[in-house]
C-alpha cells in the first residue's frame, strides 16, 4: 500500500533517431526520482556522433518532477558544451515553470578536492599536528594554572567565589549516589581476590595467609585503582557531557555575560566535590572488599570472622592504609579537571559532545593509571 | 474531494491532544486543499508544533482522526508510514541538519536511504536543489556549524525538498531571521510552492510572513481552530484574535 504514485507511474524510455547532421531525441513516460539512476546511466553513455543540430521533443513525458527535470536540462546544456546547436526542446505545457526553474538554478556540482600525496603534503600534515600539540600543550597548561589561581582566590573571598549547594550537590552526585556500584563491585573483587589467593596458596598449606595478600593487595592498590577507574567512567564523563551540551545551548555564554565566573559556577564545585568526595569513597569501597574476602575466606577456607580479623591486624600497618589513602585526592583531582577540561573544548554540535566525553574518560583513565605507577615507583625508593 | 471541488491533502478530524491534564487540542477540524499555504499562528504554547508534529507521526494525539494524502496516519503500518514520509519534507524550526555531514550530504540523505543512484548524480541534484534555495556551491561543502541560521533553514528547505514532496511541513520558517532574510525566504516558499505545486502547512508567529504567502489562516486559540482568510479573521470577535490582527504589529504587518 501506499505506493499509488508508483503505480501510475509508467516506465520511462527516450529514443535517438540520427538524420545526417541531425540528432533527434524523443522521451515518454515518467521521469521521476524512481527511475532516475536508470535513466542518469543511458543519458550520460549519449554519443554525439558528428551532429551538429539536436531535437529534444519531451512532449510525452507524462509526468516529470525535478530531478528527472535536472536530467532534462542536463543532457540539454551538455549537448550544447559539446558544440550541438538545440534546435528545438519541447515539454508538456504544465511542466514549463519547472523547467524554466531549474535552467535559472543551473549550478555546476563542487569539485571534490583531493589531497596529493606528496613530500610536502606529508611535512604539511606532520607541522600542523605539532602546531596542534603545541596549542593544546598550551591550552592545558593555562587551564591548570587558572583553576589552580581560582582556588586559592576562593579563600581570599569565600563569600563571593565559595559555591557552597553547588559543591554539595556534586559530593551528593558523585559520592553518595555512587555508593550502591561501587559498594557491590567491590564486594565482588574481595570474593574474586580471596577465591583465586586460595586457590594458590593452599597448595602450600598457607591458606591463611590469603588475609595478607587480600589486605595489602586491596588497601594499597585495587582499592583507590577500581574505585577510581568506575568514578571516571561514572563522573568524568557525566562532567564532560552536562558542560559540553551547556556549551551546545549556549548556556555557558549566557553564564559569562551575566558576569558569572564559570570556573567558579562549573569547574570548581565539580573538581572540589571529587576531591572531596573521592577518599570516604575509597575507604567505603576498601571496607567492601574486605568484606567481600572475609565472606569468601569463610565459606571456601573455613576461616572464621574473628580469625580473619586477627590475621588482617598482624598483616596490614597504618601505613599499608594510608599509602592507598593518599592517592585518593590526586585520582579525583585529576578525573575532575580531565573532565571539565573536555567538556569546555566541545564545539556547537552533537557529535562533539560524544567524542569528546569518550576522550575524557579514555584520557582519566589512563592518567589513573600512569600516576598509579608513578606513585608504585615513588614509594618503592621511600622504602614504604 | 470536498464540496468545492478541491482535493483535500491533509484532513483532521476531532483531534484531541491533552499534555499532562492540560487540554491543548479540543476536538479540531481542519481541511487543506493542494497547492494551497496553510498558515496556522496561535499564542506561545498553544499547541501549533504539537499540532504539526501530530500530521507527521511523531506525536499520538489523544483521540481524532488525521487523514494525510488519503491515509490514515494513526492506523498505518511501518511500510505505509514510509511510503507517506517520501511524500512530504518536513523543515525544522532550527534547520536539524545533521551535523556530521556536510550540506550536500545532508541534502542527499533522502536520496540515498530511497533511490540507487550514482553519487555523481547526487551531487548534481544536491546542487541544484542548493541553488534553488539560494545557497552557493561554496555552502555545499561546509558543515552546519559553519553556516549562519538563515543558511541553515535553506540548506534544511533543500533537504526537505529533494524528492519533491507534495506536501511541506514549516515549522516557524522565518523565526530568528533578520526581516530582509525572512523576506526573502517568504518569496523563496511562494516561488518554490508554485513552480513545484507544492501543498504548504506552516506554523508561524510571523504577521509579515502570513500576509505575503498564507493563502488560508487558521488560528489555534482555546484549543480551537477558526480558520479563514486575514480579512475574514480579522472581523472575529475573539479577543485574541483581535488582539492579533488588530494589535500594534498586526495594524502595521497589515497595513
Not at chain 1, 45 to 56: D, N, Q, R, T
Not at chain 1, 212 to 224: D, K, Q
Not at chain 1, 249 to 274: C, F, H, K, Q, S
Not at chain 2, 150 to 172: N, Q, T, W, Y
Request: with cysteine.
Amino acid at each position: 500500500m501506499g505506493n499509488d504514485r508508483d503505480q501510475i507511474d509508467s516506465r520511462p524510455w527516450f529514443r535517438i533517431e540520427r538524420a545526417g547532421s541531425k540528432l533527434r531525441l524523443s522521451m515518454g513516460g515518467s521521469w521521476t526520482v524512481h527511475h532516475a539512476a536508470a535513466l542518469d546511466l543511458e543519458l550520460r553513455s549519449l554519443e554525439v556522433g558528428g551532429a551538429s543540430e539536436a531535437e529534444i521533443d519531451g512532449s510525452r513525458i507524462d509526468k516529470l518532477d525535478s530531478i528527472g527535470g535536472w536530467l532534462l536540462v542536463r543532457t540539454k546544456t551538455g549537448l550544447t558544451d559539446d558544440g550541438v546547436r538545440i534546435v528545438a526542446f519541447s515539454v508538456p505545457e504544465i511542466y514549463a515553470p519547472l523547467l524554466a526553474t531549474i535552467e535559472s538554478e543551473h549550478m555546476v556540482p563542487p569539485a571534490i578536492v583531493e589531497h596529493p600525496v606528496t613530500l610536502t603534503a606529508f611535512l604539511e600534515r606532520v607541522g600542523l599536528a605539532t602546531h596542534t600539540v603545541q596549542i593544546q600543550a598550551v591550552g592545558i597548561l593555562g587551564y591548570i594554572g587558572r583553576i589552580t589561581v581560582k582556588w586559592f582566590l576562593t579563600f581570599r573571598s569565600p563569600r563571593r567565589n565559595f559555591r557552597l549547594a553547588a559543591t554539595v550537590h556534586q559530593i551528593e552526585e558523585v559520592g553518595i549516589n555512587a555508593l550502591p556500584i561501587v559498594g557491590m563491585l567491590m564486594f565482588l573483587i574481595g570474593i574474586v581476590l580471596a577465591y583465586q589467593g586460595a586457590d594458590q596458596l593452599k597448595r602450600w598449606g598457607a591458606e591463611i595467609l590469603t588475609v595478607n595478600a587480600l589486605g595489602v593487595g586491596v588497601l594499597r592498590e585495587l582499592g583507590v585503582l577500581i574505585t577510581a577507574i568506575i568514578i571516571a567512567g561514572r563522573s568524568g564523563s557525566a562532567f564532560t557531557a552536562q558542560i559540553g551540551t551547556m556549551k551546545v545551548n549556549e548556556e555557558i555564554d549566557a553564564m559569562r555575560t551575566m558576569g558569572l565566573d564559570v570556573d567558579d559556577v562549573l569547574i570548581l564545585p565539580r573538581v572540589n566535590g571529587l576531591v572531596i568526595a573521592l577518599p570516604f569513597l575509597v575507604f567505603y569501597a576498601n571496607v567492601m572488599a574486605l568484606i567481600g574476602g572475609a565472606v569468601m575466606c569463610y565459606f571456601d577456607l573455613g576461616i572464621t570472622v574473628p580469625v580473619f580479623v586477627r590475621q588482617l591486624r598482624e598483616a596490614i600497618t597504618l601505613d599499608t592504609f594510608l599509602v592507598g589513602m593518599i592517592k585518593a585526592p590526586v585520582f579525583a583531582y585529576v578525573i575532575g579537571m580531565v573532565g571539565c577540561y573536555e567538556g569546555l573544548n566541545v564545539e556547537r554540535n552533537a557529535a562533539s559532545v560524544g567524542r569528546l566525553t569518550t576522550r575524557s574518560v579514555v584520557e582519566s583513565v589512563f592518567l589513573v593509571i600512569v600516576l598509579d605507577a608513578g606513585f608504585s615507583v615513588i614509594f618503592s625508593i621511600l622504602g614504604i | 474531494m470536498d464540496g468545492d471541488g478541491k482535493e483535500i491533502v491533509i484532513r483532521l478530524r476531532g483531534v484531541v491532544t491533552r499534555i499532562g491534564d492540560r487540554l491543548i487540542h479540543d476536538h479540531l477540524d481542519l481541511d487543506v486543499h493542494r497547492g494551497e499555504i496553510m498558515a496556522v499562528v496561535g499564542g506561545s504554547g498553544s499547541g501549533k508544533s504539537v499540532l504539526l508534529r501530530s500530521i507527521v507521526g511523531l506525536m499520538r494525539p489523544n483521540g481524532g482522526s488525521i487523514e494525510v494524502l488519503g491515509r490514515d496516519v494513526l492506523g498505518l503500518d511501518e511500510e505505509g508510514m514510509r511510503a507517506l514520509q517520501m511524500r512530504w519534507g518536513v523543515l525544522f524550526q532550527d534547520g536539524a541538519l545533521f551535523s556530521s555531514q556536510s550540506v550536500a550530504e545532508n541534502v542527499q540523505v533522502p536520496l540515498r536511504e530511497y533511490t540507487s543512484m550514482s553519487q555523481e548524480l547526487m551531487n548534481e541534484i544536491a546542487a541544484m536543489k542548493l541553488s534553488m534555495v539560494g545557497l552557493g556551491e561554496d555552502a555545499a561543502t561546509k558543515h552546519p556549524s559553519e553556516l549562519s541560521g538563515g543558511m541553515r533553514k535553506r540548506a534544511s528547505l533543500a533537504r526537505a525538498l529533494v524528492l519533491d514532496p507534495e506536501i511541506v511541513f514549516l515549522d516557524e520558517p522565518t523565526s530568528g531571521l533578520d526581516p530582509i532574510g525572512a523576506a526573502n525566504f517568504d518569496q523563496l516558499v511562494r516561488d518554490l510552492q508554485k513552480s513545484l505545486n507544492l501543498t504548504v502547512f506552516m506554523v508561524t508567529h510571523d504577521l509579515d510572513t502570513l500576509r505575503a504567502t498564507a493563502d488560508r489562516i487558521a488560528v489555534l486559540v482555546n484549543g480551537r481552530l477558526k480558520v479563514g482568510t486575514i480579512e475574514s479573521l480579522r472581523n472575529d470577535r475573539d479577543p485574541w484574535i483581535q488582539e492579533y490582527f488588530s494589535g500594534p504589529r498586526g495594524r502595521a504587518a497589515l497595513a
